[in-house]
């Protein structure tokens, strides 16, 4: 049914459970995956406005976004990244319509009333934004960071 899907990543402990969602999807489908992570900063934000050195954060997404493609590759999955910087919601939606997805699949924290208010949720603006449907996985009461 799908045959590219993208997976928003954070970097943080919430990834496991889109990434054990969305790999058993793929398999399922034959579906190559797009990884991607927003690197939203500072330093992120103004690149190539302020031309600006990629930060030590960004450094260390990347790292991260090599070692999972890696992971999943070698795990028989066809697999690309993407590092973007600026607005989440802005470059999910638009390295969907990029890479050609016909999903978006990503996780989600759970947050409830207070806390999405305070700290917005990436999910929601990208379903509002985007016509490529977004599969949301919540991750488990365990995975709380």
């Known amino acids: ?43 992120a934000r103004n690149l190539k406005t302020l031309e600006l050195r990629e930060s030590e954060e960004m450094r260390k997404d990347r790292a991260y976004l090599n070692e999972t493609t890696a992971r999943l590759a070698a795990e028989g999955l066809q697999v690309d990244a993407v590092l973007a910087s600026g607005d989440p919601t802005k470059e999910i939606t638009e390295a969907a319509d990029r890479e050609k997805c016909d999903l978006i699949a990503m996780a989600t ?13 990436v999910a929601e603006a990208v379903r509002h934004r985007t016509l490529v449907p977004v599969l949301m996985v919540r991750q488990r009461p365990d995975g709380d960071e």
């Open 109 to 121: 924290h759970g947050h409830r009333w207070v806390k999405d208010f305070l700290f917005g949720s």
């Open 1 to 43: 049914m799908y045959k590219r899907i993208l997976v928003p990543l954070e970097n943080t402990k919430t990834d496991r459970a889109i990434l054990e969602h969305v790999t058993r999807l793929a398999r399922h489908d034959g579906a190559s995956l797009v990884l991607i992570h927003v690197a939203d900063g500072f330093a």
